[in-house]
Every structure is written in C-alpha cells, then in structure tokens.
C-alpha cells in the first residue's frame, strides 16, 4: 500500500467528484489521479488532502531511527486507526496520569506538612537560646 493509494481509497469512500478534490486543493483533475500513484508526497500537499478528505493521513507515518526519514506504514488492522479504541486508550493514559498526580500531591502535601513541623520545631529551639 502506498500513500496515494490509500489517498484514493478514503477519497472513494467519499461522494466526492475528482474535479471537487482537484479545485479544493488546487490542482488540475489529472494531477489528482496522478496523486494516486505516487509512492510520496510533499507534506503540504497531503495537509490539504487530509483536510479537504477530513482524514488524518499523518498517522501512517513513523519516524525510522537509523536513517531520520519518515516512512509511510501501513496497517490493515481496521482497528489500530479507529478513532473510539483510541479514545478509550487516551482515556485510560488519563487516568493513570491523573492517579499519579493524585499520588504526587499527597507526597508534597506530606513533604510540606514535615517541612512546616520542622521550621516550627526550629522556630521554638532558637526561641530557646
């Protein structure tokens, strides 16, 4: 699968005409038909397909260590992309995150409640000299 093609895809699953898609994103219809071969794509010319297909083509791209290229990955797992798996997932992130601060602030009420008993045990040693 290469980028253009999923490009055509998404745009099939629309009832959006080539010439519509063409004049949104500024281009002639052939050079839209084009857009479905290619294997690339200048970034900000799939910013105005994602927006225009209102598809978030971006997310099959991955960052390759060893080289510093961003390469396109596909994955047919319908569910790796669908948006309600990955809102329970965030959603989950979120309430682990908001446990470990909940955890975080006992702490530093704890530390705070020491620090202030301290600095009052302090207070009344030099009250005593």
């Not at 519509?20 to 857009?35: D, E, F, H, K, P």
């Not at 596909?74 to 470990?100: T, V």
Request: net charge negative; aromatic share 10%.
């Amino acid at each position: 699968m290469s980028i253009g093609r999923l490009i055509q895809e998404v745009f099939e699953e629309t009832e959006m005409k080539v010439a519509v898609l063409a004049r949104r994103i500024g281009m002639s219809r052939q050079s839209v038909y084009n857009i479905f071969e290619k294997e690339t794509l200048e970034t900000e010319l799939l910013m105005k397909i994602s927006q225009v297909l209102g598809y978030d083509f971006f997310r099959h791209f991955r960052f390759e260590r060893g080289t510093g290229k961003m390469i396109f990955v596909y994955n047919p797992n319908p569910d790796h992309y669908r948006p309600d798996i990955r809102l329970k997932q965030a959603l989950w992130g979120q309430a682990q995150a908001e446990s470990r601060i909940e955890q975080l602030e006992k702490r530093l009420a704890d530390k705070e409640k020491l620090i202030e008993l301290l600095r009052s045990g302090a207070d009344e040693s030099s009250d005593e000299f």
